[in-house]
């Protein structure tokens, strides 16, 4: 049996009261009882004084959907495998053998936390644009700090947006090789048309932001996304305005309570409790060669040494990256390689990259050793799946017709009459 654990942080529980403006007020159910403290009339929302409480909602509905979509994806891929000390679940093992039922209800799950981050962030802008008003009635017009209020709202609704259908087309399938998904119940959007949106999104985000990093981290995500769509030329112009290596990465934050906020990688890929471990190749890169162990983070597992586990997420609070200026130098060394035929250009890029971890320097450059970098530099951050799908580096010993993404669930498929 799953057990859904929940954290009450601050954060975590305004993404719990943002989400239940969703669900219809009660009062007309049931009378001479007291009004629920973990709900809000959707109407209350249509203030400014509960802006920053909804930017707060959509920013804690990614930290916890952050961890869910990196281990699961990591799970459909030749990253994680369903085993170690505690490997009981049978939603794991579905997924690991590629077999995934849209029944599932890891499944469902998944599809629900990229939902609610989509709607949650789309809610947003439309509540600051169509419905709150700005203006101070005193002063009669907007106020400086009323108008940097609302551009962090624009930013925060059009950035995590255009996550949330970045990793619909990364992560969701309607079937086996179809990636993609809906928005609102409307028509199945294939992943290319997806990774539009989100750029679309993105590019938006980027004129509601004075923030330097934040405008090379937007910039980062949106060359990612071209080079997803194959589009070369797009993704080196973004990246050439991406995240430098003075730049920190942009982290999904957690708040350490009792149960966590971490709970996908903490309590079902690492201490506590294993039931996804690292494929053999991780350990195998750390034996070959030591420094690597800068990067390809790994431990023994507490309850059976012999079994070596992530360490990338040590703790219940460990922050998950987004995105990293490594991230970007692997772009541009991919656009270098395959986009502009450079594979001497794309040496200085991934070179900088594995300097960064004391690895030395590599004296040549393939395509193949551009998707072993990936491997390394990126491991256990999501981007395994999608490097599986766009290169095509599926073992051969898998079943026909096996899953390449998440199944689109059973709910969305139900309640969607497109499908």
Same mark, same amino acid.
Request: proline share 5%; hydrophobic share 40%.
């Given at each position: 049996?799953?057990?859904?654990?929940?954290t009450?942080?601050?954060?975590?529980?305004?993404?719990v009261?943002?989400a %239940?403006t969703?669900? #219809?007020?009660?009062?007309?159910y049931? +009378?001479?009882?007291?009004e629920p403290?973990?709900? =809000?009339?959707? !109407?209350?929302l249509?203030?400014?004084?509960?802006?920053?409480?909804?930017?707060?909602g959509?920013?804690?509905?990614?930290?916890?959907?952050?961890?869910?979509?990196?281990?699961?994806?990591?799970?459909?891929?030749?990253?994680?495998?369903?085993?170690?000390?505690?490997a009981?679940?049978?939603?794991?093992?579905?997924?690991?053998r590629?077999?995934?039922?849209?029944?599932?209800?890891e499944?469902?799950d998944?599809?629900?936390?990229?939902?609610?981050?989509?709607?949650?962030s789309?809610?947003?802008?439309d509540?600051?644009?169509?419905k709150?008003?700005?203006?101070d009635?005193?002063?009669?017009?907007?106020?400086?700090?009323d108008?940097?209020?609302k551009?962090?709202?624009?930013?925060?609704?059009?950035?995590y947006?255009g996550?949330a259908?970045?990793?619909? %087309?990364?992560?969701? #399938?309607?079937?086996?090789?179809?990636? +993609?998904?809906?928005?609102?119940?409307?028509?199945? =959007?294939?992943? !290319?048309?997806?990774?539009?949106?989100?750029?679309e999104k993105?590019?938006?985000?980027?004129?509601?932001?004075?923030?330097?990093?934040q405008?090379?981290?937007?910039?980062?995500?949106i060359?990612?996304?071209?080079?997803?769509?194959?589009?070369?030329?797009?993704?080196?112009?973004?990246?050439?305005?991406?995240?430098?290596?003075a730049?920190?990465?942009f982290?999904?934050?957690?708040t350490?309570t009792?149960?966590?906020?971490?709970g996908y990688?903490?309590?079902?890929?690492?201490?506590?409790?294993?039931?996804?471990?690292?494929?053999?190749?991780?350990?195998d890169y750390?034996?070959?060669?030591?420094?690597?162990?800068?990067?390809?983070?790994?431990?023994p597992?507490?309850?059976?040494t012999?079994?070596?586990?992530?360490?990338?997420?040590p703790?219940?609070?460990?922050?998950?990256?987004l995105v990293?200026?490594?991230?970007?130098?692997?772009?541009?060394?991919?656009?270098e390689?395959?986009?502009?035929s450079?594979?001497?250009?794309?040496?200085?890029?991934?070179?900088?990259?594995?300097?960064?971890h004391?690895?030395?320097?590599?004296?040549s450059?393939?395509k193949?050793?551009?998707?072993?970098?990936?491997d390394?530099?990126?491991?256990?951050?999501?981007?395994?799946?999608?490097?599986?799908?766009?290169?095509?580096s599926?073992?051969a010993?898998l079943?026909?017709?096996?899953?390449h993404?998440?199944?689109?669930s059973?709910?969305e498929?139900?309640?969607?009459?497109?499908?």
């Amino acid at each position: 049996m799953k057990h859904t654990r929940i954290t009450l942080s601050a954060r975590a529980l305004a993404a719990v009261v943002a989400a %239940a403006t969703l669900v #219809g007020g009660c009062d007309s159910y049931v +009378g001479n009882i007291q009004e629920p403290n973990n709900t =809000i009339d959707d !109407a209350l929302l249509n203030s400014k004084t509960q802006v920053q409480f909804q930017i707060t909602g959509v920013q804690s509905k990614f930290a916890m959907s952050h961890s869910v979509v990196t281990t699961l994806s990591g799970l459909v891929s030749d990253e994680l495998v369903f085993g170690g000390p505690d490997a009981t679940f049978p939603q794991f093992l579905e997924i690991d053998r590629r077999i995934t039922s849209v029944l599932n209800a890891e499944v469902e799950d998944f599809n629900a936390t990229i939902g609610q981050l989509r709607l949650l962030s789309d809610l947003l802008v439309d509540r600051v644009t169509t419905k709150i008003d700005f203006t101070d009635p005193k002063a009669g017009r907007v106020l400086p700090e009323d108008s940097a209020l609302k551009e962090a709202a624009l930013f925060t609704g059009y950035f995590y947006g255009g996550l949330a259908r970045f990793w619909t %087309a990364s992560y969701l #399938g309607l079937e086996p090789q179809k990636g +993609g998904g809906a928005i609102d119940a409307g028509p199945f =959007i294939p992943s !290319a048309q997806m990774y539009d949106l989100a750029i679309e999104k993105w590019k938006l985000a980027l004129q509601h932001t004075a923030n330097d990093y934040q405008k090379r981290v937007l910039n980062t995500l949106i060359a990612r996304a071209y080079l997803f769509n194959a589009n070369y030329a797009m993704a080196g112009t973004h990246a050439a305005e991406g995240l430098t290596s003075a730049d920190p990465d942009f982290q999904s934050l957690f708040t350490n309570t009792d149960n966590g906020s971490n709970g996908y990688w903490f309590f079902y890929a690492g201490i506590g409790r294993t039931q996804m471990i690292p494929a053999q190749r991780f350990s195998d890169y750390v034996t070959e060669n030591p420094a690597e162990a800068n990067r390809v983070k790994l431990m023994p597992s507490p309850k059976d040494t012999a079994v070596n586990i992530q360490g990338r997420y040590p703790e219940q609070n460990s922050p998950i990256p987004l995105v990293s200026w490594q991230e970007n130098s692997l772009i541009r060394a991919e656009v270098e390689l395959l986009g502009n035929s450079n594979p001497n250009g794309a040496l200085e890029y991934v070179n900088a990259v594995r300097a960064s971890h004391s690895l030395a320097s590599l004296e040549s450059f393939s395509k193949d050793a551009l998707i072993t970098e990936r491997d390394k530099e990126l491991s256990f951050t999501g981007n395994r799946l999608i490097d599986q799908n766009r290169f095509d580096s599926w073992s051969a010993s898998l079943p026909a017709g096996f899953w390449h993404y998440i199944p689109l669930s059973k709910t969305e498929r139900d309640n969607n009459p497109n499908f």
